[in-house]
């Protein structure tokens, strides 16, 4: 089997993916993201130091791994030009960063029509971003897109533009919309960012088979989680992409054969940003307690997570569609001083068992969760670094999720710092 592997979020995303990513990275020559833009938010802890890198992979803090922007992202180019400048304010030269030629950018506009189709939903609304990413998307399956390769060729740039801005005008003008679009502005400061990044890009889809011949170590970073995904989240409620493990190999150019190990990474409890079904949500002052505790707070935007407890129903389905080998467990210190904890193991619809996630909206909306307790700790796990050093409840909770999903729980997170990490055998 290869030793290429995939880590990816099993909830609705914000499981830690971000330290768990640069925790493996050590182990790894490259790290690629293989989807989505700068909806993501993926922080990383070293010391005194706190990174929240939100398109370039979590991998970059390591000096000496290539890190890849893959085909499969949406890159707003003002954004990315502000995470390098951070990056290198703070020591980081990314000497080893490469963006894909094939990987679409967003544009002013897709920002107004993000906002646009929003605000015609009106309470039934998704609460995205608002940074353009599903706009930026549904053009990219339109054929209206436009890629890094055509924003560094001035001349195709601006033919594009000449086709594809006044559709987008018209459209804006027919709502109502005050939001005009000149293109020689657009191409002005567009063909700017396209200096800045020209010498990043390139053909990495060859890069990274390159890699996969010489027989090089990939870890292949997904972003949101596995229920937010376009193709088996709780749609509507998800974002433009698939999240899942299949992606990887879409949104890379590396055939499935050279992927072997799926990492899956939970957080001990579950949350979620913006609306949609959310069956084991706590609206009381235990979610609220698990709010503060977490610092459940968006690294996007900022805004405040719906909490509630761990869902193993909907983590059998992510264990399922991305052919999950073993999990990585994170913010498990976030549960410390809640007596009893609960896990949701199963749903009822109208008084009968329902084993599985469905895909119906109206049926979603009427489930009840089933409730198992669960005794909870009170010691400070922060500094644990082995499995026997947990309190035996602790060690329970952690045995008790293997139990029910059926995998290995590999690395557990006692705390946001890389050191902070248990690795079991």
């Known amino acids: 089997m290869s030793a290429n592997l995939v880590i990816i979020g099993t909830q609705w995303g914000d499981e830690g993916k971000g330290k768990i990513v640069d925790f493996l990275a050590r182990d790894c020559a490259m790290v690629v993201r293989f989807q989505g833009g700068n909806n993501a938010g993926h922080t990383v802890v070293l010391g005194d130091q706190t990174y929240k890198l939100h398109l370039i992979p979590s991998g970059i803090l390591y000096a000496d791994k290539m890190c890849v922007l893959g085909n499969g992202m949406v890159i707003d180019p003002a954004v990315l030009l502000d995470e390098i400048k951070d990056l290198k304010s703070k020591g980081h030269f990314l000497r080893n960063l490469h963006i894909s030629e094939r990987a679409h950018v967003i544009m002013p506009y897709h920002k107004y029509f993000d906002e646009l189709e929003e605000e015609m939903k009106g309470a039934d609304k998704i609460g995205t971003t608002m940074r353009g990413i599903g706009p930026c998307y549904s053009d990219k399956v339109a054929r209206m897109g436009i890629r890094m390769s055509e924003l560094l060729n001035a001349n195709i740039f601006m033919k594009r533009l000449q086709q594809i801005v006044p559709f987008k005008q018209k459209i804006l003008n027919a709502f109502g919309k005050k939001r005009e679009l000149v293109i020689a502005e657009i191409a002005a ?3 700017q960012h396209a200096e800045q990044l020209r010498h990043y890009v390139c053909d990495t889809t060859t890069l990274l088979n390159r890699f996969v011949g010489e027989g090089k170590k990939i870890l292949f970073e997904g972003a ?13 409620f998800v ?15 590396v055939a499935p054969c050279h992927i072997g190990k799926v990492v899956g990474v939970v957080k001990a409890y579950s949350t979620r940003v913006g609306s949609g079904y959310f069956v084991s949500e706590l609206n009381n002052a235990l979610g609220e307690q698990l709010r503060k505790q ?3 707070y968006g690294t996007t935007t900022g805004r405040p997570r719906r909490c509630g407890w761990l869902d193993i129903v909907a983590l059998k389905y992510a264990v399922m569609v991305n052919g999950l080998s073993e999990l990585a467990v994170t913010k498990l210190d976030v549960l410390r001083n809640i007596d009893p904890l609960q896990i949701c193991v199963g749903y009822t619809y109208r008084d009968k068992a329902v084993d599985h996630l469905p895909a119906d909206m109206e049926m979603l909306q009427e489930i009840q969760p089933v409730y198992q307790n669960f005794p909870g700790w009170h010691e400070d796990i922060s500094n644990c670094r082995a499995f026997a050093e947990l309190p035996l409840t602790c060690q329970s909770y952690i045995q008790t999720m293997e139990k029910l999903l059926g995998l290995p729980v590999r690395i557990i997170s006692v705390g946001a710092e890389r050191n902070q990490t248990i690795v079991r055998a």
């Open 189 to 191: 400061a567009y063909g």
């Open 224 to 236: 949101q989680g596995t229920l937010l995904g376009i193709d088996h989240g709780t749609y509507p």
């Open 239 to 253: 974002t433009g992409s698939e999240t899942t493990a299949g992606n990887a190999s879409c949104g890379s150019g």
């Open 294 to 296: 977490g610092h459940e």
